[in-house]
C-alpha cells in the first residue's frame, strides 16, 4: 500500500481541521519514489494551485521558503518544519493569517503531530524489507499506524469493492468490518446524500483518478456528520489501479463554518446595500471604487462612473472643493482620520445638501494601507434642525425668564446651576451669587435647618419632593413658597435637580383665615344640630304626651263617678302609662340616632307594627273622619330592626296623611296602609292618602329638616322618618297618588342584607 500518501494526506487534514489552518503543504523526496510528493490543502476561499505555486520555487530547492505568502489580496504567515524518517524525507509548512501565528501551543500540536507521521514513514520503510521478521512485524506497525490516524482511513479492490476499513471508521460508525466490505458502507451514509455519493465513486472508478466527495456518514450514536470523502488510486509498473485507498475527514465543524461564513457575506453583502446610509471604500491611492446603493442615490451617479481621479469633487460647493480635495490628500498619504462636512449637490441641479463624509484605513501588520472605508450622513436635516434648536433654546430661555416663578437647577450637594431672572430679580442676586449655596443666605433662619434636611434626604433617595418655606424678598420681607423638585438620572447615575419656587404668601394667609371660619361654622352648625334635635323630639313627643293627657283626664272622670268605675279609669291608666314609655322611647331613640348610636336591633313584622301604629291612632283617624284599608302581604318575610323607631316612621306618615285630608270636602277621606315585597331582597310599606296631592318641584325638599307645607308644622317628621330609614339601610321617599293625594314609601332590606334597592323601584 501507498502509506507515503496516505499518511502525509491524513497528516495535513488533521492540522488543516484541527488548527483552523488557512494552508497546510507537504513536499517529500524518498529512494522508492522516483518523484517528489507534493501535496497541498487550503481553505475554501484559497486555490491550491495558488498555493503550489507560491511555493513552487522553495519545494524544488531553487529558494528557500518563505516567511509568509500573499495570496488574493491576503497575507499568510508560514511556519515551516522538516519531516521525514530515514530515506523520506522533507518540510511541512503550515500558514495562517492570524496575528500572532504560530503560538507555542500551536507549534507543540504540529511536533507531535510530525511525531505521529515520521513514525508512519518508519513503518512503511520497515514493511519494505526483504527479510520475514521485518515483514512480519511490519504488517502489524502498519496496521497500528493506519488505526491512529485521526481520519476514516479505508481501501477498497480496483472495481470498487471496500475490503479494508481502519479501527477508527469501524468504532465511529459503531458495525464490524464484514458489515461495510464490498458496498455494506453505504448503510451508513445519509439516503439523501448516497446517490451523489454513488455517482462520484463510480466517476473516479471510471477515470481512474483519485478525487473528493462530501456526504453525511451516521456515527454510531446515530447522528450525521458531513466528512469529505478522499480517493486516490495505487497503480503497478503497467499504470493500472491495482487498488484504491482512501481517506475519509470530518468536515461537519468546517461545513457549518463555511455555511456560518458565506451567510454573513450574504448578510453583511445585503446590510451594506440596505442599510439606511451610504457607504463607499476607496483604493489606497485614494480612487473610490465603490458606492452602496444608498450612495449612489445621493450622488446621484452609477456604478460605472466610479473612475479614478476627483470625479466626486464636481458636485461640492464651489468655495469647498479646494479645502475637501486637500484634506482627502492628506488624510490619503498620513492614513489619517478623514471627517469633512461638506455642501453636495447632485448632476440633476437638485439644491445643495449637508453631508457628513468619513473614512478610516484598513491596515496590514506593517501599517500599510490596505484599503480606505467609509460613510455618507446625509446631515442637512439634522443641521436645519440644529439651527431651528438653537433658535428654540434661545426662545426657552427668554420664557423661563419671563415665567412668574423661581426656576432653577441643582446638584445633588445643593449648590446652584441655574436661576432665571425672575429668581434673581426676586433675590435680589446676581447668577454668580445665587450659584453654589448663595440662595441659603434667602432662606428664613427658622425653615433652613429642616430645608437643609429635606435637600439631605431628598438627595439620598433621588424621589421628587416638595417644601414650604420663607424666602426674603430684596427689600427684607419674607414670604412664604412652595419649593418642589424633581431629580433628573442620566445613563451614568448622574443627578440634576430641576424645580420652581411658587408664591404661596397669600394662600397661607387665605388658609388661616379659612381654618378660622371653620371653626365658628362648626360651632354654628353644632347649635343647628341642638336646634334640630330639640324639635325633633317635641315633635315626636307631641303624639304620646297628648294621648296621656287624653287618658289622665278620662281616668279622672271615671274616679269622680259615683259610683266610681274602678275597670274603666285601671284600662285607662294602663294606657296612660303606655304612652309615658312610648315618649320615653321615642326620646331614646331619636336622641341615638342623631347621635349616631346603633340601633336596638331585632326581628320585627311589618304587618305588626303597621297594625301597632294604627291603633296608636285610633282616636285621630276617628276624630279626622278618615277611614283606613290595610294591604297586608300575609307571608310578608321578617325585617332586622328598631321596632320603636319603625313604629315611629310609620307614624309618622300615618299622621301626615291624615292633616293631608284634613280639608278634603266632598270625597271620602281615605287612608290606604299596605305591604309589599320588593324583589327579592326588600319588603316596602306604602301609605297612600286623598289629599290635595304634592307639587313635583318640592318631592324632594319634603325631606329637608324644617321644610313644611303646613301652617302649623315644624318641618322634622319627614327629615327624621328618612333618617331611621336611612340608618336601616333603606330608603323613603315620595310621589303622586292618582287620582288624588300622594303616597309615601320606604323599603328596608331583609334581615340586614345591605344591598340598597334600585331608584326604578322607587314607585313600586
Known amino acids: 500500500m501507498d502509506y507515503e500518501i496516505l499518511t502525509a494526506e491524513a497528516l495535513l487534514d488533521a492540522l488543516l481541521l484541527g488548527l483552523d489552518l488557512d494552508l497546510a503543504a507537504v513536499a517529500l523526496r524518498s529512494a522508492a519514489r522516483g518523484d517528489p510528493l507534493e501535496l497541498t490543502r487550503c481553505k475554501h476561499e484559497l486555490t491550491e494551485e495558488d498555493i503550489r505555486e507560491g511555493l513552487k520555487q ?41 496575528s500572532g501565528f504560530p503560538t507555542e501551543s500551536q507549534r507543540l500540536i504540529i511536533s507531535h503531530a510530525v511525531l505521529q507521521a515520521n513514525a508512519g514513514f518508519k513503518n512503511m520503510l520497515a514493511s519494505a524489507r526483504p527479510d520475514s521478521a521485518a515483514s512480519s512485524s511490519t504488517g502489524d506497525n502498519l496496521t497500528e499506524v493506519i488505526d491512529s490516524i485521526p481520519g476514516l482511513a479505508w481501501s477498497a479492490g480496483p472495481d470498487g469493492s471496500a475490503e479494508y476499513f481502519n479501527d477508527y471508521y469501524l468504532r465511529y460508525v459503531g458495525q464490524g468490518a464484514d458489515s461495510l466490505r464490498g458496498v455494506g458502507w453505504a448503510t451508513a451514509v445519509h439516503p439523501d446524500d448516497i446517490d451523489e455519493l454513488k455517482k462520484a465513486w463510480s466517476e473516479m472508478l471510471a477515470s481512474g483518478k483519485g478525487g473528493e ?33 482512501g481517506l475519509n475527514v470530518d468536515i461537519e465543524d468546517r461545513k457549518r463554518a463555511a455555511e456560518a461564513l458565506q451567510s454573513r457575506e450574504f448578510h453583511l453583502h445585503q446590510l451594506t446595500e440596505t442599510i439606511p446610509q451610504a457607504l463607499w471604500s476607496a483604493t489606497p491611492d485614494g480612487a473610490i471604487r465603490y458606492l452602496n446603493k444608498k450612495g449612489l442615490d445621493f450622488m446621484g451617479v452609477e456604478a460605472d462612473d466610479l473612475t479614478d481621479g476627483f470625479w466626486w469633487a464636481e458636485g461640492l460647493h464651489p468655495d469647498q472643493v479646494g479645502g475637501v480635495i486637500r484634506t482627502w490628500q492628506h488624510a490619503v498619504a498620513t492614513g489619517a482620520p478623514y471627517n469633512v462636512e461638506v455642501l453636495y449637490r447632485r448632476p440633476s441641479g437638485e439644491d445643495y445638501r449637508w453631508a457628513d463624509v468619513r473614512a478610516l484605513p484598513m491596515l496590514d501588520k506593517d501599517s500599510n494601507i490596505l484599503m480606505w472605508y467609509g460613510s455618507l450622513i446625509d446631515i442637512h436635516d439634522r443641521k436645519v434642525a440644529q439651527e431651528d434648536l438653537e433658535a428654540s433654546e434661545r426662545r426657552l430661555q427668554l420664557i423661563i425668564d419671563t415665567i412668574p416663578g423661581m426656576v432653577w437647577s441643582a446638584r445633588p450637594d445643593g449648590s446652584g446651576n441655574f436661576a432665571n431672572r425672575h429668581f434673581r430679580t426676586y433675590l435680589g442676586l446676581s447668577m454668580d451669587d445665587a450659584r453654589e449655596r448663595g ?51 442620566d445613563a451614568s447615575d448622574g443627578v440634576e435637580w430641576f424645580g420652581v419656587n411658587v408664591d404661596i404668601h397669600d394662600w397661607k394667609v387665605a388658609q388661616d383665615e379659612l381654618r378660622e371660619a371653620q371653626v365658628e361654622l362648626a360651632h354654628m352648625t353644632r347649635m343647628m344640630g341642638m336646634g334640630q334635635l330639640t324639635a325633633a323630639i317635641a315633635h315626636e313627643l307631641s303624639q304620646p304626651l297628648s294621648g296621656i293627657t287624653v287618658n289622665a283626664s278620662a281616668g279622672l272622670r271615671m274616679l269622680s263617678m259615683n259610683p266610681p268605675e274602678v275597670e274603666s279609669a285601671r284600662e285607662t291608666i294602663r294606657r296612660t302609662i303606655r304612652d309615658a314609655s312610648r315618649a320615653t322611647e321615642v326620646t331614646d331613640r331619636i336622641r341615638a340616632l342623631y347621635s349616631k ?71 271620602s277621606k281615605e287612608l290606604q296602609i299596605g305591604t309589599a315585597r320588593e324583589n327579592t331582597n326588600y319588603v316596602r310599606l306604602s301609605v297612600r292618602d286623598a289629599g290635595s296631592g304634592l307639587d313635583s318641584g318640592m318631592l324632594e325638599k319634603l325631606f329637608s329638616p324644617f321644610f313644611t307645607t303646613k301652617s302649623n308644622g315644624m318641618g322634622v317628621g319627614l327629615s327624621v322618618s328618612r333618617a331611621i330609614v336611612e340608618s336601616h339601610e333603606g330608603r323613603l321617599w315620595a310621589e303622586s297618588n292618582d287620582p288624588h293625594g300622594a303616597v309615601f314609601t320606604f323599603s328596608i332590606p331583609l334581615r340586614g342584607d345591605g344591598n340598597r334597592p334600585k331608584e326604578a323601584n322607587a314607585s313600586g
Open 58 to 98: 522553495a519545494f524544488s530547492g531553487t529558494a528557500p521558503i518563505p516567511e509568509e505568502l500573499a495570496v488574493n489580496g491576503s497575507r499568510i504567515a508560514l511556519f515551516v518544519t522538516p519531516i521525514g524518517e530515514g530515506q523520506v524525507r522533507g518540510h511541512l509548512v503550515v500558514g495562517s493569517a492570524r
Open 597 to 667: 348610636s346603633d340601633p336596638v336591633v331585632e326581628t320585627v313584622d311589618l304587618n305588626e307594627i303597621a297594625q301597632e301604629v294604627i291603633g296608636f291612632s285610633h282616636s285621630d283617624l276617628r276624630k279626622n273622619g278618615v277611614n283606613v284599608k290595610t294591604s297586608f302581604t300575609m307571608d310578608l318575610p321578617v325585617v332586622n330592626g328598631d321596632r320603636v323607631q319603625l313604629q315611629q316612621v310609620i307614624f309618622n306618615l300615618v299622621k301626615n296623611g291624615i292633616e293631608a285630608m284634613s280639608g278634603v270636602v266632598g270625597r
Open 439 to 489: 440662595w441659603a443666605s434667602a432662606v428664613h433662619p427658622e425653615d433652613l435647618p429642616e430645608l437643609t434636611e429635606t435637600w439631605r434626604k431628598m438627595a439620598d433617595t433621588t424621589q421628587p419632593w416638595d417644601f414650604e418655606a420663607r424666602l426674603r424678598r430684596f427689600d427684607g420681607e419674607y414670604r412664604w413658597f412652595l419649593c418642589r423638585g424633581n431629580p433628573l438620572v
Open 213 to 245: 466527495a462530501e456526504a453525511r456518514l451516521r456515527r454510531s450514536d446515530g447522528e450525521y456528520r458531513w466528512f469529505l470523502f478522499r480517493t486516490n488510486p495505487f497503480l503497478n509498473s503497467a499504470g493500472t489501479v491495482v487498488r484504491w485507498y
